[in-house]
Structures are given as C-alpha cells and as structure tokens.
C-alpha cells in the first residue's frame, strides 16, 4: 500500500490526530503492518525501536473499536512485560485514543485501589497491564465479564517473553481468555528482534494463521567506550561521599552525559 493510501484507512478524529503530531507518512513497519490488522489478521511486527510499531498496532484497532456497534468492557487488551513502560505507553496511547473519545487505563501492581475500583466500576475501552496482572484479573468475577468483551490483544516486548516462564504463563492466560469471551479475539505481537519469529506467532496465536511482518529499516548507533579518570576533584570528593575515586568519576561521567542527552536509558548491574 502506498504512504499517501495508508492513512485514508481510518477515521477522520484519527487522521486530525496523526496531523497534529506532524506526522505526514507512516514509517515502513506502519506501511505495511497496518492493512493486516485493520483487516483483523492475527501479526507478528518486527521492525526497530523507535519505528513506530506501537501505533501500527494502535491506530487501526482504534479505528476497528470505533465501528464497533456495543463498546462496553475493555475492548483491546495491551500486555507489555516491563512494568516501566507502561507510564509512556500510557501517554501515547491516551492521546490517539482520546482525539476519537476512547478512555485509556493502566493496571499493575503500584495501581492505586480508587483507580481499581474506577475500572471495575467503568471500564475504559482500553487497558494496559502485564502477564501477571492479566491473571489476577481473570479470577476476579467482576473483571472477567469485562474481560469478556474483548475482541483484540496487543502483546509488546514480545521476544522478552519467548524463552520465559513468563511466556508461558502469558500463554495460558491468553487460553483462559478466549474461554471467558467465547471466542477467538485478534492478536497483534510487537519486537524489536527475534531470533525465531515464526515460533512466535505460533505460540501466542495457537498455531492459528498469522501474518509476519518486518521492516528493513536500520537504525544508527554510535557506540563509544568509555573509562573515566580520576581527577582532584573527584579524589576530594571520595572521603565526603565515602565512596572510591574511580566510582565518583563514573558517575561524574554518566551525570554529565545525561544532562547534556534529550533523553537517555542508563542500564547498570545491581
């Protein structure tokens, strides 16, 4: 499908949406990911991070829940793996969803009993939770019949998953949940990698046909290895902060690295 084409696919509040984020073409993952799940197929996207696969999933089922004839009980079901993640997920999928008047909630194990009780009470049309949420929601008789509305799954982070006692359990909860709707609900999986992608689609949509999607867009890294020195300042700190001099300048280091970043991810053993 060509760019100009792809954006037509859905509703006007949607497109005002995409405009006003000055977004004027769908990235590669969103070119040829979207027509599979507007149609409904279950998809496996691969593409990198930062390609927008979030909204290749996000934006047609917003278009699919809008032609829904009966919207009530969580519609689409967003399952990522990292907890963290969910405060931006949330953000993003807040605004796409609210320009065409969808409510957005997020349930884990830090989400606040009034909010619980909000969603119990009024269900928002979407949620967003984790593996392990998702089975302490399918025991409570409440928020199974909410459960039991919805038509479409989105699992993100998806290679985290894979080789993981978490997957499994992931799995059987998905199990669980087409036996509370009744029926088969579409499956959209998103990855930034995966070394077997096809075992993948199988193993999260039961063997049934899905579709493979990749992109070959390649993002640009530059990878710089650093080992900071020691300067006076740092050994003039060390008996004040109690710590050695070669920790100091590797923190003196990462602060001013991220002070000086838009944003930036700092990974460190424990």
Not at 210 to 220: A, F, H, I, P, Q
Request: with cysteine; glycine share 6%.
């Amino acid at each position: 499908m060509s760019p100009e084409n792809t954006f037509k696919l859905f509703p006007e509040c949607l497109i005002s949406a995409i405009r006003d984020k000055g977004i004027t073409e769908p990235t590669e993952i969103q070119r040829k990911g979207i027509p599979h799940v507007i149609r409904g197929d279950n998809a496996l996207l691969i593409a990198p991070t930062g390609s927008g696969k979030t909204e290749a999933a996000i934006w047609p089922i917003i278009s699919r829940i809008l032609n829904e004839k009966e919207k009530t009980g969580f519609l689409l079901l967003y399952i990522t793996p990292l907890r963290a993640l969910n405060r931006d997920l949330e953000d993003r999928i807040i605004f796409w969803a609210s320009k065409c008047g969808l409510n957005v909630g997020v349930r884990h194990g830090d989400t606040l009993k009034s909010e619980r009780m909000r969603q119990s009470r009024s269900p928002p049309e979407i949620i967003i939770t984790t593996p392990e949420t998702l089975q302490i929601m399918l025991s409570s008789p409440k928020l199974s019949l909410h459960l039991s509305r919805v038509k479409y799954v989105v699992i993100d982070e998806v290679h985290e998953l894979l080789d993981d006692k978490r997957g499994v359990q992931l799995s059987i909860a998905l199990e669980r949940l087409r036996r509370i709707t009744g029926r088969d609900f579409q499956r959209v999986m998103l990855s930034a990698s995966l070394g077997n992608p096809h075992i993948a689609l199988d193993f999260f949509s039961y063997s049934k046909k899905g579709k493979l999607v990749t992109s070959g867009e390649e993002r640009k890294m530059i990878i710089r290895v650093m080992f900071p020195r020691v300067t006076e300042k740092d050994l003039k700190l060390s008996p004040k902060l109690l710590l050695e001099p070669e920790v100091i300048a590797r923190v003196r280091v990462l602060a001013d690295a991220i002070r000086s970043s838009r944003s930036a991810i700092v990974f460190t053993n424990t």
